[in-house]
């Protein structure tokens, strides 16, 4: 099994640009999480889906930033525009089944704006 | 906010001791769980506790819940310099079903 599959690793963009970031989850798991961790607010929940259908996205920071799952194996979190406080660890995770179940974390996007 | 804190921040033993690390949260929850992260990595799962257990062992690694008093730790045996890394709880509380909310996390180093 490859795990969750993120790219790009790393995002290096100037203040303004659109970055979209994207995951792929394991096959077979039908809840999808993206997190965002900094060292001054540790490690947020921003959205999640389960079965594709966005559940909560109450952690979304603002309007800026956007998420969608247009099927079971691929999501993308956009920024449009970015700033430089959006400079953070992005990661996303999924997870087979409902809630009590392990989430299995993707190595992360390290995004850095300029 | 529901999010857990973590004591200590930081902690430095020596390879073969045992680490202690414990979590403490504000709101029921339904389960409880330890995540690992390598520096620069993603999160690992460790264990996960339900609100009804007590205790859980995998290999080296031990977790209790005291749900009476909202905490939970995490006991490392005979460490080795592999285990440095920084250790997360994660909670899922009681009617926000799926949504897990992390800790603040303890910085753990394995000297030889």
């Known amino acids: 099994d490859a795990g969750v599959i993120q790219s790009p690793r790393h995002e290096v963009t100037e203040m303004g640009q659109e970055v979209t970031l994207r995951c792929k989850p394991i096959s077979g798991h039908n809840s999808l999480f993206w997190y965002r961790q900094t060292m001054m607010r540790g490690l947020e929940l921003l959205i999640y889906f389960n079965n594709n259908v966005p559940i909560d996205d109450s952690g979304m920071p603002e309007d800026r930033f956007s998420a969608k799952m247009p099927n079971a194996s691929f999501s993308t979190l956009k920024i449009q525009p970015s700033e430089p406080r959006d400079s953070a660890v992005y990661f996303c995770a999924s997870r087979k089944g409902s809630a009590g179940e392990t989430q299995y974390f993707g190595p992360g996007t390290r995004l850095l704006v300029l | 906010s529901q999010q857990g804190e973590e004591d200590p921040q930081a902690l430095s033993i020596q390879e073969g001791e045992n680490a202690t690390m414990n979590c403490s949260y504000k709101?029921?929850?339904?389960?409880l769980q330890w995540y690992r992260q390598n520096s620069g990595r993603g999160l690992v799962h460790l264990i996960l506790?339900?609100?009804?257990?007590r205790e859980k062992h995998s290999g080296r690694l031990r977790v209790t819940l005291d749900t009476s008093k909202k905490s939970s730790s995490l006991l490392i045996t005979a460490s080795r310099a592999a285990d440095t890394a920084s250790y997360f709880c994660a909670t899922e509380h009681t009617g926000t079903a799926s949504k897990l909310t992390f800790g603040t996390g303890t910085r753990l180093q394995v000297t030889l």
């Open positions: 506790i339900r609100s009804n257990e």
């Open positions: 709101t029921s929850i339904n389960n």
